[in-house]
């Protein structure tokens, strides 16, 4: 009997664990929903283009939009969540490549602000447990970059 009692709590805890953590994403996202601003950004490479859309949140988070059309490759396109840490734009992008059976990818990515630009840094890279991350204690190299991005007018918006 106590074995089988046991096994119930087991099974009960992911259920009590799921709800918790559904009531609480459901509060954490009406509240990040608040946008301060938004801010949309191109760069182009040759003939690569990258369209940027970035939303500030009341909360600090930074969402957004990610496109890259490469001329010779796929398009990326998706969408990405993270925060400033000083100058540097650390997110999460999570994008698809068309194809006949698309595959979501997520990556790490950062940008740093200067002089009214976002300079998409290039760094190491390493997956863990499924998840990517920039390796620590190696730098992110913001000056050999393929893509620089200049604020450019969101749509519906004048330019800044």
Known sequence: MKTVLRYSVFALLPLTIACTQTNTESKT?????????????????SLDTAKLKLNYLRNGDVTGTLVIDYANKSKNDGELKGKFKGDTLYVDYTFKIPTRNPVVYRNPLALLKSNGKLILGVGQIETTLGRSYFVRNKAIDYRQVKFIFAETACAGQPKP
């Open 29 to 45: 996202t009406e509240k990040s929903t608040d946008t301060l601003k938004n801010e949309c950004y191109t760069a182009v490479d």
